[in-house]
């Protein structure tokens, strides 16, 4: 086959997944039109090895070997990287990771981004590399966030299992804690591993620290993890720290449990100004749309606790959350319409939230509905006999 032809069989290796049969095939014509000698081949071949982090298994690797080294030199940051990842992992020629670490430099200072990352991982960890936390970072400041993202968390688990020969508890902190800055869910993530012990050490000063730390970058999820444990205390400060971690976690509107979990604290109609900063918590949390929010904020308007009482802004609120489709809402929202309270009285309205709640599977519904059909199939008072007339015309009505 020409060589032309196999070269754009090979630039189809390099744009799609490994596991189709376009990458098989893409990957077989290019090792056999480098080793007729063709540069593009070889430099091809080296950006796929790059792109997928696979050992290619060439009958010669000596001379794939050399084939890389000769464009290395003419520029080509690709193949400087190929180099590197065949000393790196003793792919044809025997594992060398300083020499593999040299080779990653190289092709790091010519602002390939993946030599970045690993020259960064050498530092961190000291594969290959004099361990040097500031010059690790300053490695990845030129890196996209995804790659450095993973990359400071590679780091920190390395350091976290000991997998390059050194346990350091503080310096793995230090790089997640750099993680977090870019997408604190993954930290989140780091720590519930360090908690429960999935990745085969358990350490929970160090997940509480981590925990803290995703919390304080904006994850909701950290929030409410803080926010369940102060929620028990009898500590009033530590019920306030509770309270403003739950508000942090309800402004993410999907976030159903956080605003459930403040309304089940106003509920518990707090002492002091506590209840104030719970109502504070329910406003924002509604304003950002958590549809929970609005049952307990409704609660507070119609008992008064926090607030001036006002049914109508109750009712108001209860029917956003009812629009939303929350089956409590329809289920408090008829109770209003059956006793005229913040709404006119509306016995047909209050059955049809009612039926609707009952159907979403809210267990009160069925009860407070029975209650409300009652009077229409049932007559306690005894209607006193009607003439042969009166009942004909009855029936005709």
Not at 47 to 75: S, T, V, Y
Not at 151 to 160: A, C, D, K, P, Y
Request: glycine share 8%; net charge neutral; no cysteine.
């Amino acid at each position: 086959m020409p060589t032309v032809r196999l070269l754009k069989l090979g630039q189809k290796a390099l744009t799609v997944e490994m596991d189709t049969q376009d990458f098989v095939t893409g990957l077989d014509a290019i090792k056999i039109a480098s080793a007729r000698g063709d540069r593009e081949a070889t430099r091809l071949m080296a950006k796929i090895m790059a792109r997928n982090q696979i050992i290619l298994g060439a009958d010669d690797r000596a001379k794939l070997e050399r084939r890389f080294r000769f464009e290395a030199l003419r520029g080509a940051s690709s193949s400087v990287l190929a180099i590197a990842n065949m000393y790196d992992r003793g792919d044809g020629v025997p594992a060398d990771t300083k020499k593999a670490a040299e080779w990653y430099l190289w092709a790091a200072r010519v602002g390939h981004e993946r030599a970045m990352a690993h020259a960064a991982y050498g530092y961190g960890t000291g594969r290959g590399l004099e361990r040097n936390e500031a010059t690790a970072l300053k490695w990845l400041d030129g890196v996209n966030e995804g790659r450095q993202r993973s990359t400071l968390l590679e780091i920190g688990w390395s350091l976290v299992l000991g997998t390059e020969g050194l346990q350091d508890m503080p310096s793995a902190l230090r790089f997640f804690e750099r993680a977090a800055q870019i997408k604190p869910s993954t930290v989140y993530q780091v720590a519930l591993d360090l908690e429960r012990g999935t990745r085969g050490v358990q350490d929970r000063e160090a997940a509480s620290h981590l925990i803290r730390v995703a919390a304080e970058r904006g994850d909701n999820g950290a929030a409410a993890h803080l926010a369940n444990a102060l929620s028990s205390s009898t500590n009033v400060e530590d019920q306030r720290r509770a309270v403003q971690w739950y508000s942090l976690a309800a402004q993410d509107k999907s976030n159903l449990v956080a605003g459930q979990s403040l309304s089940r604290l106003l509920a518990l109609r707090p002492s002091g100004d506590l209840v104030s900063d719970i109502v504070t918590a329910l406003e924002k949390a509604a304003a950002a749309g958590n549809t929970e929010a609005f049952i307990g904020l409704a609660h507070a308007y119609s008992e008064g606790i926090g607030v001036d009482s006002s049914p109508e802004k109750a009712a108001a609120l209860l029917q956003q959350a009812a629009d939303a489709g929350v089956p409590e809402a329809k289920y408090r929202l008829g109770l209003m319409y059956k006793s005229g309270l913040g709404v006119a009285a509306d016995l047909g309205r209050a059955v049809e939230l009612m039926t609707s709640a009952q159907e979403s599977g809210y267990p009160l519904a069925a009860v407070a509905l029975s209650s409300m059909m009652e009077p229409a199939i049932t007559n306690p008072v005894e209607e006193p006999a009607k003439t042969p007339g009166q009942a004909s015309e009855a029936a005709v009505k």
